[in-house]
């Protein structure tokens, strides 16, 4: 089994480098892959109140009858909930589904600018982690903008910053960003959703160079760069085949390569400054 390695976030809570994402998957078909996922050595849930899922990760965590502390568990702050009391009602309400009484990381999950919800939540969320109700908290989608006014507000700085982040939209700049303030960047839709990313030629070609497949070296290429990740797959194959990236390393040559695959596309047309979900 893969011993994946952990990062340590800012506040000395570690995280797993690689888990499993776990977006647009009904609460049954989610108990089912957590389980798996944690039977082939996953240690890392994502998920949000907005996946409307949160019942099925907590479900796939019991089933497996790992220790509680042995399961790194993400949660979100969807954008309704946004708010001081709010916020904190509705992260007690995502421990009821998920039938846990703590999460290890909680983020606010758009920033939603238009609402101007953020800061009072992120106020909400310290109280949550003064009080033991998550181990960290962090935030997601967040630009400069954003981080700036969580840091003229508060002390505590964010854990991760999860943002897309793929060989199509690589994020140097904000990743830069996130590093000087001593924020982890997390990527999601590390695969791009799978599909057009994994079929270009040139992560084949760096493939067949390693034995490995399109996904793997996409993979490698978040973990090398010091990225965690979760990328979602439905099947046991997927999901073993998706972990197994700790044995090998990219050469430069192979990251040059897979840089020309950078032309700023992302999956969903999501810009943090104007998208809006709630
Ligand atoms: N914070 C945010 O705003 C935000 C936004 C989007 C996503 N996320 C998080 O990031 C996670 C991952 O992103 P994502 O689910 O959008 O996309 P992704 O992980 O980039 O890609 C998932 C897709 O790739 C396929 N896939 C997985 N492994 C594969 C492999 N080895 N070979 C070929 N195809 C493979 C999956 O198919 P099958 O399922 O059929 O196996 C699925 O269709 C989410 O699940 C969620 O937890 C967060």
Redo the contacts with the bound molecule.
């Keep these: 089994m893969t011993a994946v390695p952990t990062v340590p976030l800012n506040n000395g809570v570690a995280i797993p480098q690689l888990g499993l994402?776990?977006?647009?998957l009904p609460d049954e078909e989610t108990r089912r892959i957590v389980r798996e996922a944690l039977e082939v050595g996953y240690r890392f849930v994502?998920?949000?109140a907005s996946?409307e899922n949160e019942r099925g990760v907590g479900e796939g965590i019991a089933d497996s009858g790992l220790p509680r502390e042995e399961v790194f568990v993400s949660t979100?702050l969807r954008g309704r909930d946004q708010g001081s009391d709010s916020a904190k009602e509705a992260l007690r309400s995502s421990l009821d589904r998920l039938g846990l009484d703590f999460v290890d990381l909680y983020?606010i999950?758009?920033p939603l600018p238009r609402l101007d919800r953020y800061v009072a939540s992120w106020q909400a969320m310290e109280e949550l982690l003064a009080e033991g109700l998550t181990r960290a908290i962090g935030v997601?989608?967040f630009l400069p903008e954003h981080l700036d006014r969580l840091a003229a507000a508060s002390s505590t700085v964010p854990a991760v910053n999860?943002i897309?982040c793929?060989p199509r939209e690589p994020q140097l700049e904000q990743r830069a960003d996130d590093a000087r303030r001593g924020i982890v960047t997390e990527s999601?839709?590390?695969?791009?959703?799978?599909?057009e990313l994994?079929r270009q030629p040139v992560l084949a070609e760096v493939g067949a160079r390693h034995g490995r497949?399109?996904?793997?070296v996409v993979l490698r290429w978040h973990v090398q760069q010091g990225l965690v990740t979760?990328?979602?797959?439905?099947?046991r194959g997927?999901l073993v085949?998706?972990l197994d990236v700790f044995d090998f390393a990219l050469t430069d040559q192979d990251l040059a390569g897979i840089a020309t695959l950078a032309d700023g596309t992302r999956?969903d047309g999501?810009f943090p400054d104007v998208w809006e979900e709630f």
């Design positions: 994402g776990t977006a647009r994502d998920t949000a996946y979100k983020l999950h758009w997601s989608n999860q897309e793929h999601w839709s590390p695969l791009a959703n799978g599909g994994l497949t399109p996904a793997q979760f990328p979602k797959a439905s099947s997927r085949e998706n999956v999501q």
